[in-house]
Nanobody
Framework: QVKLVESGGGSVQAGGSLRLSCAAS???????MGWFRQAPGKERAGVAS???????SYADSVKGRFTISKDNTVNTLYLQMNSLKPEDTAVYYC??????????????????????WGQGTQVTVSS
């Protein structure tokens, strides 16, 4: 059983940056991982994903602004968020898929792909 703990959320003004971290309790180098977010009244949606070979996928709304990365030496997933906008305000969750089934970008961003989830961290962007 892998436990995921997010950190790094907070409040920032539009145009600012934040880096989210997701520390995994177990060995996750063979896991595919992703970041999701959920705004009030909306469904949880994929933001970015990273495969075991380092291949990444991004939601169109964050391409060019967010970067997902993973450090297997410390079992930690990151999300660097730049040029933040008020519409990025949400609770951000990290997730892990231990079977690492690959597929098209839509599959990589699907919540059903992942079987381990963190508790979330709040990101608030003010205008």
């Amino acid at each position: 059983q892998v436990k995921l703990v997010e950190s790094g959320g907070g409040s920032v003004q539009a145009g600012g940056s934040l880096r989210l971290s997701c520390a995994a309790s177990g060995y996750t180098s063979t896991y595919c991982m992703g970041w999701f977010r959920q705004a009030p009244g909306k469904e949880r949606a994929g933001v970015a994903s990273i495969e075991t070979d380092g291949d990444t996928s991004y939601a169109d709304s964050v391409k060019g602004r967010f970067t997902i990365s993973k450090d297997n030496t410390v079992n930690t997933l990151y999300l660097q968020m730049n040029s933040l906008k008020p519409e990025d305000t949400a609770v951000y969750y990290c997730a892990a898929d231990d079977s690492c089934r690959d597929g098209a970008d839509w599959f990589r961003m699907a919540t059903f792909r992942y079987n381990f989830w963190g508790q979330g961290t709040q990101v608030t962007v003010s205008s």
